[in-house]
């Protein structure tokens, strides 16, 4: 079956420390896009990809590094920099000029 | 930039009512796209709108789209339980760009 998948689903931080969260596609989408979702709140873009070996910034980028070596993968890394990491993050990846967008089931962060 | 705004944030409502969620936007865009999500969960897509006046019905819920007005509708017909979720639209500006979402409208269908 097509689909994105993250990992891993649950995950704990320590502060100082770096973790990466994992998302995976095997749908050939072209670009993939990082959301960060607080309690209660929409989504926020962190980084996105159109093309492999490029990214861009999204609305909240600082604390937080990715790659897009492959096009089915795109690993976001939660620096020590980002200061409030707990959240709920969800990868999603469109085709080229089709922006409806589909999403991974999310992996929740939390600082212990 | 780019504003998407949707109200109302909260609705609780009876079964077997209607209702509307509206969703405004700020720049001109003629593709809009409407996702649910159950608590903890991802999203799922339920509608994509590409043209004004563009209308779609799945089961109790009936999504429009007016790019003139730069707003789009989520109507729900005879409310159900299972309707409990939070309603998010998203907001293309330009064509294979990168979407903007609105802060979601939380919905709660008491039996």
């Known amino acids: 079956d097509g689909g994105i998948t993250q990992s891993p689903k649950y995950l704990f931080r320590k502060e100082g420390q770096n973790v990466t969260l994992s998302c995976e596609q095997n749908?050939?989408?072209?670009?993939m896009y990082w959301y960060r979702q607080d309690p209660g709140q929409g989504l926020r873009l962190i980084y996105y990809s159109q093309i492999v070996n490029d990214f861009q910034k999204g609305d909240i980028a600082e604390g937080y590094s990715v790659s897009r070596e492959k096009k089915e993968s795109f690993p976001l890394t939660v620096t020590s920099a980002q200061k409030n990491p707990t959240a709920f993050y969800l990868c999603?990846?469109?085709?080229?000029?089709?922006?409806?967008?589909?999403f991974g089931q999310g992996t929740r962060l939390t600082v212990v | 930039e780019l504003k998407v705004e949707q109200n109302p944030l909260f609705l609780s409502m009876q079964e077997g009512k209607n209702y509307t969620i509206y969703c405004n936007y700020s720049?001109?865009?003629?593709?809009l796209y409407w996702y649910r999500q159950d608590p903890g969960k991802s999203l799922e897509s339920l509608f994509v709108?590409?043209?004004?006046?563009a209308v779609k019905q799945e089961g109790r819920l009936m999504a429009s789209l007016d790019t003139k007005a730069r707003l789009s509708t989520l109507h729900i017909t005879a409310a159900v339980h299972d309707l409990s979720a939070t309603y998010f639209c998203a907001v293309d500006p330009t064509s294979g760009s990168r979407l903007t979402f609105g802060e979601g409208t939380q919905l709660t269908v008491n039996p």
């Open positions: 749908l050939n989408h072209d670009a």
């Open positions: 720049t001109t865009s003629d593709r």
């Open positions: 999603a990846s469109t085709l080229k000029g089709n922006t409806e967008a589909f």
């Open positions: 709108l590409l043209s004004n006046g």
